[in-house]
């Protein structure tokens, strides 16, 4: 079977972003967002996710990075989708509870082809480095949008480090998709709904 990958580019008046994914990677990754925080960040989705990862953005700096990482997440939700294809044989489930120092974090992917985001995520400081913590949220919820899928990100103890919460959001987010576009020997070529179709 052919990797499954995907490759966009994106330009508007206020960003200019490219992005190419392989789900059937190694965990290879070439990340510039001009965003420090974010490059990290995306650098252990790609490792723990095991997928190929390549991305380049820029965009207006001038105030804050609100539409660099908002517009990045489009991109990024986008690619997910097309590179998944059509479901066939997939688990269209994943799940991780993954711990990170005194941080407990939980996530869930359903790839529905329905969006659906929920977080208790509740940030203490308004910044990690360069990266405005109220974009968290925001992020996930516009990349689960545009990949269609349910996401949930759930703190079970969500610790005092905001950036081990972050971290630990990523990586397992990483993980449970990883496991939701892995295939099922068992299932082949179906897809796993009782109406045939995500």
Same mark, same amino acid.
């Given at each position: 079977m052919e990797n499954r990958k995907f490759s966009i580019t994106r330009n508007t008046t206020e960003t200019q972003i490219s992005v190419d994914l392989?789900? @059937?990677?190694?965990?290879?990754? /070439?990340i510039n967002t001009e965003v420090g925080f974010l490059n990290h960040m995306l650098e252990l989705f790609a490792k723990h996710g095991l997928f190929d990862l390549k991305i380049t953005a820029k965009g207006d700096m001038k105030f804050d990075n609100?539409?660099?990482i /908002? @517009?990045? %997440? *489009?991109?990024?939700?986008?690619s997910i989708k097309k590179a998944v294809g059509d479901k066939k044989g997939i688990n269209r489930y994943g799940y991780m509870v993954l711990p990170? @120092? /005194?941080v407990l974090c939980v996530c869930a992917v359903d790839l529905s082809g329905r969006f659906a985001f929920e977080t208790n995520y509740d940030p203490k400081r308004e910044m990690v480095n360069d990266f405005s913590t109220e974009m968290f949220r925001h992020f996930f919820k516009s990349l689960a949008s545009e990949a269609c899928m349910n996401l949930h990100i759930q703190f079970l103890n969500p610790g005092e480090n905001e950036h081990? #919460? *972050? /971290? %630990?959001a990523f990586k397992s987010f990483a993980r449970a998709l #990883? #496991?939701?576009c892995s295939f099922d020997e068992r299932a082949k070529d179906q897809i796993i709904s009782t109406k045939g179709s995500l």
């Amino acid at each position: 079977m052919e990797n499954r990958k995907f490759s966009i580019t994106r330009n508007t008046t206020e960003t200019q972003i490219s992005v190419d994914l392989n789900l @059937d990677g190694s965990g290879k990754y /070439e990340i510039n967002t001009e965003v420090g925080f974010l490059n990290h960040m995306l650098e252990l989705f790609a490792k723990h996710g095991l997928f190929d990862l390549k991305i380049t953005a820029k965009g207006d700096m001038k105030f804050d990075n609100h539409h660099l990482i /908002e @517009d990045l %997440a *489009i991109v990024l939700g986008q690619s997910i989708k097309k590179a998944v294809g059509d479901k066939k044989g997939i688990n269209r489930y994943g799940y991780m509870v993954l711990p990170m @120092d /005194e941080v407990l974090c939980v996530c869930a992917v359903d790839l529905s082809g329905r969006f659906a985001f929920e977080t208790n995520y509740d940030p203490k400081r308004e910044m990690v480095n360069d990266f405005s913590t109220e974009m968290f949220r925001h992020f996930f919820k516009s990349l689960a949008s545009e990949a269609c899928m349910n996401l949930h990100i759930q703190f079970l103890n969500p610790g005092e480090n905001e950036h081990h #919460r *972050i /971290e %630990a959001a990523f990586k397992s987010f990483a993980r449970a998709l #990883r #496991r939701a576009c892995s295939f099922d020997e068992r299932a082949k070529d179906q897809i796993i709904s009782t109406k045939g179709s995500l």
